[in-house]
């Protein structure tokens, strides 16, 4: 039987390559604000392009943080995807001062714009992840970095030559990525593989 | 590394100095071939949609984000907020833009505010004229009187999160870029910078990484003619030291 992979809809960005990359991989995908469904389903991302601030009051609007919450519990993978990632931080400075999900002790900053690459920071870079020796180019399009207090759950970094910021963070069954896996090519698409393999 | 699609009524074209289009074949099928050997980045152009007050790109864009998973950008023939909303909708991630952005540069400020600034990126058709380069507009056939490094600062400063920059004088020629624009170019701005416009060999590649500066390089006739495969010159480039996504 084909496994269920929801994308949690809280109305931020464009998320039609994470639905086709799912397809590709032959489960099925739904993008669902409710409830049961995503309790339900055996595994669940939450996406997400935009403002840390609007991204929050969109999940609390749906009281989608505990949801995520109870997911998180019941042990199923879950995957966090730039924005999506970010929130599942202990906070934001993004414009206003915002709490986000605190899964993660750490919380979300802007990229200096001074250190001579520019912000937003948009393009390819190589990622080094902490249980690979392997390295090899994502896809990023960030304003904001998360700072992780406990470096403990610093999975993959990225040092650009003018910057080293987080790129994964792992705890658990929750993983989140800075960059797109599903706009990094066959290397990205692996990512989303091995969170499938996971179910 | 990227694919410069340009299309015409569904078929890939290219043509030399934007003129005497070849019809090639179906774009989803280049656009397919190129991402399993491993591109950056597709650039989708409609070569005569400023002509037409169109883009019917969004069904090409539909197919290919289905078996493509790198970044694709839209252009031709943007006019509207709507436009946009419609090619990010069928899955494109960023639109370049250029006869509108001429009409109407604050086009450029608003897009930016509503999408973004990283998916509005600015295109430039540069011809050269007795006191440095010309901006053109609707695919190299018309005169704007603007000044490109005038008008690169310019995008700039409206929130362009890219510049493409196409050579009309080298496009499809493939003999080799216009090096000394491109440096007089990236030196007025700090967004990343596209170059586009004379790749026909390898060399020609590996010159313009060395003698000048800027971020991405986007290839049409070489591809499309199977001069040469993303492999070989990923190969090549990193044989060279070239900072290349592996």
Redesign the interface.
Known sequence: MKKNVCIIDYKVG?I??LI??L??LNVNVSLTDDHDEILNSDAVILPGVGSFHHGMSNLLDKKLDQVIFDFIDSGKPVMGICLGMQLMMKSSEEFVKTEGLGIFDGHVKKLPDDLGF?V?H???EQVNFTDSSET??Y?F?HSYVAMLDNKNHMYAECDNGFYKFCAAVMKENVVGYQFHP?????Y??KLIQSFVNKI | MISRIDIKNEHVIKGIQFDGLRKLGDPNRFAKKY?EQ?I?EIVFMDAVASLYDRNNLSHIIRQA???I???ITVGGGIRTVKDIENA????A?KVAINTQAIKNPDFIRQASRIF???CIVGSIEAKKNENGWESYIDNGRDKTGKNILDWVCELQELGA??ILLTSVDRDGLQKGFDTKLINKVSSKI???LIISGGAGNLTHITDVCKEASF?GIALGSVLHYDKLSVEQIKKTMMKENIRV??
């Open positions: 464009n039609r390559s086709n990359a397809i590709s520019s937003p948009i393009g390819w090899y180019d896809f399009c599903e706009k990094s090519g066959k990205g698409i | 991402y491993g950056d984000c289905k078996e998973f790198v970044p990010l909708n069928s899955g991630d973004g600034s990283q999160g890219e700090s967004i990343p971020d996504r592996a």
